[in-house]
């Protein structure tokens, strides 16, 4: 699997991936990542893209996902780990993507072994997040070895499972 860092003219291509993504949870019954749907984005996709923490993941020149990866806590993430602590260097994940074309074929487990690869000389830790209620996301999180760190209520009443690996365990 190749990864590159989207630049401003993949903008098209991260911003279809994230409003795809945010109808297909809509559809399912899930209103996980809603404010997408609204016209707003609480992790600021664009600016990501900008500040380069945003990879695009491809197989035979085709994009089959993304995920927004930065090194410093986000508000949402010091609010939800604030409980486990910030110690050591984290990278954190957000807005992994599966192109739906592409879901169900593995390719979930092979760009998260693709992050853990592309951050192995820098970063302690991984760290993400889900919504309590999406198994999926669980199962497939603890089969690429995340550790559940626990689960949280964050402000607005959502519960969340914390995950974390470990580099060089």
Request: glycine fraction near 8%; aromatic fraction near 12%; hydrophobic fraction near 35%.
């Amino acid at each position: 699997m190749e990864i590159k860092q989207a630049v401003q003219a993949d903008n098209d291509i991260v911003m279809g991936l994230l409003k795809d993504t945010a109808l297909w949870l809509k559809e399912r019954g899930s209103s996980q990542w809603g404010d997408v749907l609204e016209g707003t984005d609480k992790h600021n996709l664009l600016g990501a893209v900008q500040k380069g923490d945003v990879y695009l993941f491809s197989k035979k020149h085709e994009v089959v996902g993304m995920a927004a990866i930065w090194e410093t806590p986000s508000a949402w993430d010091e609010e939800l780990w604030k409980e486990v602590g910030f110690s050591g260097k984290a990278y954190y994940i957000h807005r992994l993507i599966v192109h739906p074309k592409y879901r169900g074929k593995g390719y979930g487990s092979e760009i998260l072994t693709t992050i853990k690869e592309q951050f192995a000389k820098s970063a302690y830790e991984l760290r993400l997040d889900c919504i309590s209620s999406n198994p999926s996301l669980i199962t497939l999180y603890s089969k690429n070895d995340f550790i559940n760190q626990g689960s949280v209520k964050e402000s607005k009443g959502g519960q969340f499972e914390l995950f974390s690996y470990r580099i060089n365990q």
